[in-house]
């Protein structure tokens, strides 16, 4: 269930001016401002270019499907 703005802003707002985020480059967080890890497994670089393989082939398949109507 999605937080309220009011709650939302009142998570998210302290993002914007710490200094403890010099160490989190690129790190995303959640909706309620937990860090979104990178998921181990894609560390493998066989799993890794498995699934971004896969992931095109689904994408090209969906791509070429006509719109539903």
């Not at 993002?15 to 995303?28: K, P, W, Y």
């Not at 689904?58 to 539903?68: E, G, K, T």
Request: a neutral charge; charged letters at 25%; glycine letters at 4%.
């Amino acid at each position: 269930m999605a937080p309220s703005p009011e709650k939302y802003a009142e998570r998210m707002a302290p993002f914007l001016v710490s200094a403890d985020l010099e160490g989190h480059s690129g790190t995303m967080f959640d909706q309620k401002g937990n860090a979104v890890l990178p998921t181990p497994k894609l560390k493998d670089a066989s799993y890794r270019d498995a699934f971004i393989t896969a992931s095109e082939a689904l994408v090209s398949r969906a791509s070429s499907r006509p719109p539903d109507r």
